[in-house]
């Protein structure tokens, strides 16, 4: 397993930047993008252009503000209806302005004064294929199927136990055992089916675009935390040059490192840029200074310090997550239309991510499937970079949540607590890197299952209590299923420990009274495999089916992971072994293996022994042989059985109720711990960042030539596919035979 140390993003030494003092206090509520309700608001249909720039002169009286704002659907374009306002006869309104004629960064609008376009129906029209959205749709009758047909094995299974020991007398350890742990290791499959089960119907979100100069003002926090400063400077550029009025938005460089190379390298950019800043924090020594969301919280401070006070609007990027030029534009209207949305994610999508994903880092079952249903649901979790939201919310909980290492899942479950939605867009707005080691790999992921049990305890685990107040059933459903999923990895690390400790034991894993227990064990054997089989194929496909098979092989191989981390850092006291949540330096080894480099990797020896001993691929080393020995000692005493019989049918009915019986766990597991194993000896080259990128001239930026990496299949995943094959037509083989024999 990876050290054991749970390691926050890479922070860092104290500031040498202080903060300049804070201005008089605003006057109350001075961060609510707008007053005005919903009720106000009347469509009024129209046939004529009804759409008029911030430009346009000789416009007729202000509207008072007693008077109901309405809207006016125009026709100009068929791409999508725009939005205008209008006074009580029709005409246009004027927008509001400063004295100067230019708009200024206190300047607030009505929600009627913002343009908004609507292009599609669906925010994913260009993601989502209309046959995905009926298999989406009939999903959640392939998983009552497959919970009905589990229910009826499962069920069955333990009533041939209870049958076998009123013939037999006694216990038939193995085979009691056996259910149990196969029971464990079900359960948090299980669970996650009940999440999607909650998200019943079509989700329909709109593709919308704020149109215009009449814009809200949005504080961008650019976190920042030792990357490299290229990678940096480059994403700030970007940033500084999306489609978004420079005097309307901010870009706040938040510094958690206090890097003097990077403060000098910004500083052409902040001459060229006037609405980008520098800042960073100071810590105090022997005060908590909470990782990144001290640092985001640092940025929300730093903005009410700058002239025209805090925006009405808070947003979030990454130092390697390069947004889209309609990053905000497109974010903004599902803010701006619902008073009650306190906050918008994007997924996040890598260009980095190899080819063949062999650690399945780019997560696209996440980000094409699981977070649309929660979304439907009204669970949507705060995704970390490129989320937009609205600052007074955060101000109303108290500035950035701090509790736990998942900063932005607590802060979107504490937006749900409050009575606020949350909403996932699933359009392409931002462009990152996924970590280019599997050392920072398996510490990110770690690090993930620590924050998700903090969010958990924070939450009450989605039980009544301060924070949990206004959930809905849905919303306290899914913090408790991810939290106990995550704790489940403990259980089932140990389940899969025992499943070829059985087989070692050589006692029957199944047992029966009569043949007739034996056919119906195996027929109900066969519906089951054959309808989970069936549910996988309907869960990927929407997603992408060769990335569904390396999810279910890495929730496998990191589950070891997952389990001791847990075990050490959020259970253990010190006495027994606990270690705190600490910082571990591992820069020198990452820059030592760089495996993804075809010029500059280490070679195989340096490899075998940097990961072997930090990444504890030794243990899966060990695992591999462990499963396949099993099964090899079980074919060995099936063999011996028909040859001292002298039937073979005996021999077949050994392997029926051991080794050979469906799914085969021992092979599935084999298969999924040999990634690591590969990963060590092929690790995946990835392309030089040059050789992804093309240098746009206009913004001195460069972007990445592909949004997703269009993804192969690999050995190992290739591998599992034919044996999930194999594995469909071996039952309904058997399912026949039970007919006949």
């Not at 990452?590 to 990797?601: F, H, N, P, V």
């Not at 074919?635 to 011996?640: C, E, L, M, P, T």
Request: with cysteine; hydrophobic share 45%.
């Amino acid at each position: 397993m990876v050290d054991n140390t749970i390691v926050p993003p890479e922070n860092c030494s104290e500031s040498s930047v202080a903060l300049p003092p804070p201005p008089p206090p605003p006057p109350p509520h001075p961060l609510r993008p707008s007053n005005l309700k919903p009720d106000d608001v009347e469509p009024v249909a129209s046939s004529s252009k009804a759409v008029r720039s911030p430009n346009q002169a000789s416009l007729p009286r202000p509207r008072e503000p007693s008077e109901p704002l309405r809207f006016v659907e125009s026709s100009a374009s068929s791409s999508g209806d725009e939005i205008a306002p209008v006074d009580e006869q029709g005409t246009p309104l004027p927008f509001k302005k400063t004295r100067h004629g230019k708009y200024a960064y206190s300047d607030r609008y009505e929600l009627g004064e913002y343009i908004i376009e609507q292009l599609s129906e669906y925010d994913d029209v260009d993601i989502v294929k209309p046959w995905h959205r009926t298999l989406i749709m009939i999903h959640p009758i392939v998983i009552v199927w497959v919970f009905l047909t589990y229910a009826a094995y499962y069920g069955y299974r333990v009533w041939c136990n209870y049958q076998y020991r009123l013939v037999y007398g006694g216990l038939d350890e193995a085979s009691w055992i056996f259910i149990c742990v196969e029971g464990v290791i079900m359960l948090p499959y299980m669970c996650w089916m009940t999440v999607l089960l909650l998200s019943l119907g079509n989700r329909k979100r709109p593709k919308l675009r704020l149109r215009g100069d009449v814009v809200p003002t949005v504080d961008v926090l650019f976190t920042t935390c030792g990357e490299v400063v290229p990678m940096i400077i480059n994403t700030v550029r970007s940033a500084c040059n999306i489609d978004y009025p420079n005097d309307r938005y901010r870009i706040i460089i938040c510094d958690d490192d206090a890097d003097p190379n990077l403060e000098a390298a910004l500083q052409p950019l902040i001459r060229e840029y006037p609405h980008l800043v520098y800042q960073a924090r100071t810590k105090t020594p022997g005060v908590p200074h909470h990782y990144k969301a001290g640092n985001l919280q640092s940025g929300i401070d730093y903005a009410v310090t700058l002239p025209g006070g805090p925006a009405e609007y808070l947003a979030t990027l990454d130092a390697d997550m390069i947004p889209h030029p309609d990053w905000l534009r497109a974010i903004l209207p599902h803010l701006l239309r619902d008073p009650e949305m306190a906050l918008v994610s994007p997924p996040q999508t890598f260009w980095n991510v190899p080819a063949d994903d062999p650690l399945c880092q780019s997560i696209c079952e996440f980000i094409h499937y699981l977070e649309l249903r929660k979304d439907h649901m009204g669970a949507a979790w705060c995704t970390g970079s490129g989320v937009v939201f609205k600052r007074f919310v955060v101000d109303e909980l108290g500035g950035w949540p701090t509790p736990s290492m998942a900063e932005d899942q607590l802060l979107s479950f504490m937006m749900n607590g409050a009575g606020y939605k949350t909403a996932y867009l699933h359009e392409f707005m931002q462009v990152g890197m996924v970590p280019e080691s599997i050392i920072n790999h398996l510490k990110q992921r770690t690090r993930w299952a620590v924050g998700t049990l903090e969010t958990a305890q924070e939450l009450n685990w989605g039980f009544p209590g301060k924070h949990t107040k206004h959930m809905t059933f849905p919303q306290r459903w899914a913090i408790f299923t991810f939290a106990f999923n995550t704790l489940m990895a403990i259980p089932v690390f140990i389940a899969y420990f025992i499943i070829p400790a059985l087989l070692y034991w050589g006692r029957d894993l199944l047992v029966y009274v009569t043949l007739d227990q034996l056919r119906w064990q195996i027929r109900l054997c066969t519906i089951w495999v054959v309808s989970l089989r069936i549910n996988e194929v309907v869960l990927t496909l929407p997603s992408g089916y060769i990335q569904g098979q390396r999810s279910a092989m890495a929730w496998q191989f990191m589950t070891p992971y997952l389990a001791v981390t847990i075990l050490r850092c959020y259970i253990l006291p010190r006495w027994l072994g606990g270690k705190p949540i600490a910082f571990l330096a591992s820069g020198a080894i990452r820059d030592r293996l760089k495996e993804r480099s075809e010029t500059a990797r280490a070679g195989l020896w340096i490899r075998m022994k940097l990961m072997g001993i930090h990444c504890r691929i030794w243990f899966f080393a060990l695992f591999v042989p462990y499963c396949f020995g099993a099964a090899g000692l079980d074919w060995y005493r099936a063999w011996k059985i028909g040859h001292d019989s002298g039937d073979v049918t005996d021999a077949l009915r050994h392997l029926l109720v051991n080794s050979m019986l469906p799914p085969m766990w021992w092979l599935m597991l084999g298969i999924s711990f040999l990634v690591p194993v590969a990963y060590v000896f092929w690790p995946p080259t990835v392309p030089d960042r040059d050789d992804m990128m093309n240098f746009d001239p206009k913004t001195g930026a460069a972007q990445p030539k592909h949004q997703e990496i269009k993804q192969v299949w690999g050995v190992l995943p290739l591998v599992r596919e034919v044996v999930w094959g194999l594995t469909v037509v071996y039952v309904i083989v058997l399912f026949v035979g039970t007919f006949f024999y």
